[in-house]
């Protein structure tokens, strides 16, 4: 019987060796995140073209970059496709985090992963997973902050909840007081979140962390929930219901939303969605509560894709990718009064392949960061 | 060893290993800026065509719900899938993809193959194209009803 087994092992590892010889050549993955550290070095974390997690620095702000730097991984096998992708952020007292996903050996099933440096980034520990939930299922779509005080809080999609008839995943959190060393418990935020799109986070004034994700409503409403989370606590708010286009999908986006916190009070949100069949990137002023204050403006470019927002003062920003049948554009909506009026300015374009685009903050400085088949693109906006 | 526990693991070796030669005796064919146009001249109608992404949680269901339509009705109908990302191999070796008598996967600049498919989309998934007996291509973003699929083998 053994023998058997072990026959069958065999031939199905030959089988799989055989389709794996015939795929076309791998690409690289483009997924990529960036951030600036307190020091005003703008680094950048993704896959080299072995897959390997790694980072680049940029003391110019992106119009040079140092060699690459390998980040030890282990045996992890990182995630970096559609919205899923590693990132980088900096804590207080020369904390930095990395985070990822970690697909596991059934389809969408996924860890949450976590390197951590207390000394600026000179030395990371090795890799371990952020939730208590051992369970091989879905732990995917992670996102993560520091708040005001200096916890660290992750996000992530989470399927342990699901049952026959329970719409999409989870959105659960861990919180950790020492900077990643340790974390509580896995706590939920909310239930039907949508499975595949990324959460959007935020500072909040009161010094929590503002959330904004693709939620799925009855009747597969596609549509997004605002919640907030107070500092140094997992008590979040109760979620509402922040857009309304009514989008009714029983399929996968792909496409999470952007959110920054408004000067004045409240927050931008952007986000991409079907209204009355016309689909589109939209942007909202939405109150404290994550109400709308007006009317959604819909961003005027058809094509545009996976759009991100900031905001500096009274200046809005909201960056996006499209696509035109030729060239891939990378495009900024500005406004000067707090997103009551946007023009409109092609910023850069290729005829590559090319990443989502990201926003950067150092101060009150916006960048926009788009990394492409064979470079990375920064501009700060705005000047 | 438990007989029992055994048992179990020759019937997922062979499970897997029957989806390991499914895709091992065809190759993963490469979808570029012009085979969606190729496909809609080449393939025997009615087809299905089936574009999905190895992180897509929701499109097995869609592969399994044409291929059992087309079993039931015993028809020898084309079942295509066509992976939209950067795909590990590894990760095609799943049963929904043994489903699917022929698997693409994009090679290319992304943006550019989804405009050459529609330049509408924008990279939702499960995204479906019935192509029946005559016209063109009846798209659909998600799980086709019964409706939709009465329609598409009727035409």
Known sequence: ?383 | MNILVVLRACLLCLTLCASGVALADRPLESFGNSTWSSLQKELPRPAAVVFTATYCATCPQVLKQLATTLRERHLDAPLVAVVIDDADPATLAIEHYALAQRIFVFDGDEAALRYSVDPQWHGETPFVALLSRQGPAKWITGIPSKKQLALWLRE
């Not at chain 1, 099933?109 to 207390?118: C, D, Q």
């Not at chain 1, 005080?149 to 659960?172: C, E, M, N, P, T």
């Open chain 1, 1 to 383: 019987m053994r023998k058997l087994l072990l026959l069958l092992s065999a031939w199905m590892f030959v089988a799989t060796a055989v389709a794996h010889d015939m795929v076309m050549h791998a690409k690289t993955s483009l997924a990529t995140s960036a951030a600036f550290a307190p020091d005003g070095t703008l680094w950048m974390i993704g896959l080299n073209a072995n897959k390997q997690l790694a980072v680049r620095t940029s003391a110019d702000d992106g119009v040079s970059w140092g060699s690459e730097r390998l980040l030890d991984t282990g045996t992890d096998v990182v995630a970096a496709d559609g919205e899923n992708r590693p990132k980088i952020i900096f804590g207080p007292h020369d904390i930095i985090v990395v985070t990822y996903t970690q697909p596991l050996a059934k389809p969408y099933t996924g860890e949450i992963r976590m390197l951590r440096s207390s000394d600026g980034g000179k030395n990371f520990s090795a890799p371990f997973t952020v939730h208590h939930d051992r369970q091989v299922i879905t732990h995917r779509f992670e996102s993560v902050a520091f708040d005001a005080q200096g916890d660290l809080h992750v996000f992530w999609i989470d399927k342990r909840d699901v049952i026959s008839g329970y719409d999409g995943a989870a959105i659960y959190q861990a919180l950790s007081s020492d900077g990643g060393a340790t974390f509580g418990p896995d706590s939920k935020i909310a239930d039907h979140s949508c499975e595949c799109c990324r959460i959007a986070l935020a500072p909040d004034r009161s010094g929590g962390i503002a959330m904004l994700w693709r939620h799925v409503y009855p009747g597969s409403i596609r549509d997004h929930a605002f919640a907030r989370v107070r500092v140094a606590s997992t008590d979040t708010t109760p979620p509402v219901r922040a857009t309304f286009d009514n989008w009714h999908l029983d399929a996968c986006p792909h496409h999470g939303p952007g959110l920054a916190a408004a000067t004045s009070g409240g927050f931008h949100a952007v986000w991409f969605g079907v209204q009355q069949n016309v689909a589109g990137v939209r942007y909202a002023h939405l109150d404290a509560n994550g109400k709308q204050l007006a009317t959604p403006l819909v961003v005027p470019d058809r094509g545009a894709e996976h759009a991100v927002v900031a905001a500096s003062g009274k200046d809005v920003f909201v960056v996006w990718r499209s696509f035109d049948g030729a060239k891939t554009q990378l495009t900024v909506w500005s406004s000067k009064d707090e997103g009551r009026f946007f023009v409109t300015h092609v910023l850069s374009s290729t005829q590559g392949e090319s990443d989502h685009p990201q926003l950067v903050q150092k101060g009150d400085r916006v960048f926009a960061f788009w990394r492409r088949a064979n470079d990375v693109f920064v501009e700060r906006l705005g000047q």
